[in-house]
């Protein structure tokens, strides 16, 4: 059984606490939305792990989520300087020095190496809300895969 890396921040955010009808899903404040705090570099270097050694456990994309991966990926860089982040042309400089090349073959790769957030692209297919991408360092389990194309919309 593999070893979990553990990296922890030494508080969570106070709206983190808010009763919610579902773990996670709410509206966002746009200006709130991401955080860099003291774990970012350690959370960051294994992150950047994962991704370069099992990126098949940690990232998955239907082949027709490939607009709205470009969509979160360009939406994510117009908050990044507010952070500490210096974004040029097709660089993005971290916080922890490292520079992720923004041209790569999966947007959600690129901030898998930019963000500590993990990000899941949810789209409406019918009547469901369906998971269409993902990068996924710091689920329970690794598998991106294995969530794919699962309906969000059914719980009890």
């Not at 200006?31 to 970012?40: E, F, G, I, Q, S």
């Not at 990068?135 to 598998?143: T, V």
Request: with cysteine.
């Amino acid at each position: 059984m593999p070893v979990m890396t553990e990296i922890l921040q030494d508080h969570m955010p106070r709206d983190m606490g808010d009763a919610r009808a579902l773990p996670g899903v709410q509206p966002l404040d746009p200006t709130a939305w991401l955080r860099v705090d003291k774990a970012y570099a350690a959370q960051m270097a294994h992150r950047r792990r994962l991704i370069a050694t099992r990126r098949a456990d940690v990232y998955w994309q239907d082949p027709t989520a490939a607009d709205a991966a470009r969509e979160v990926l360009l939406e994510v860089l117009k908050h990044l300087p507010a952070l500490g982040f210096e974004v040029s042309g097709q660089k993005c400089r971290c916080p922890d020095g490292a520079v992720v090349d923004l041209t790569g073959d999966a947007p959600l790769v690129a901030l898998g190496q930019i963000l500590q957030e993990d990000i899941c692209l949810m789209e409406k297919r019918g009547d469901a809300h369906v998971l269409t991408a993902a990068i996924l360092c710091f689920s329970g389990q690794l598998a991106a895969t294995g969530k794919s194309r699962a309906a969000a919309d059914r719980h009890p």
